[in-house]
């Protein structure tokens, strides 16, 4: 069975970092782009940063140097690193995987974990 699980979010001050993890299981994981989405209530959910499954990555003008992403195949792992945490960054995170490229609309994705909380407030 499928399965995609995302952790490591929380409640954080603003300027701080941390890091999520997306641990996935039922598909291979080289074979698939994975891709960082975020959504706020009433939102548009937001491409954040994707990975390919070459190592390549595309990331949003709103997280510009700010975000890094990496994949451990071998462990079945993806993490989104996070710097210099501002208060808009405050929302859902989903990390989901992708056979087509990181290129693809939110419909394209295959698969979707249920998405952790990421909170930025002082």
């Known amino acids: 069975q499928v399965q995609i699980v995302e952790s490591g979010g929380g409640l954080m001050q603003p300027g701080g970092s941390l890091r999520l993890s997306c641990v996935v299981s039922g598909f291979t994981l080289d074979a698939y782009a994975i891709g960082w989405w975020r959504q706020v209530p009433g939102k548009e959910r937001e491409a954040v940063i994707c990975?390919?499954?070459?190592?390549?990555?595309i990331y949003a003008d709103s997280v510009k140097g700010r975000v890094a992403i990496s994949r451990d195949n071998a462990k079945n792992t993806v993490y989104l690193q996070m710097n210099s945490l501002k208060r808009d960054d405050t929302a859902i995170y989903y990390c989901a995987a992708t056979q087509i490229s990181c290129g693809s609309s939110f419909y394209e994705y295959d698969y979707w974990g249920q998405g952790t909380q990421v909170t930025v407030s002082s």
């Open positions: 990975i390919s499954s070459r190592g390549s990555t």
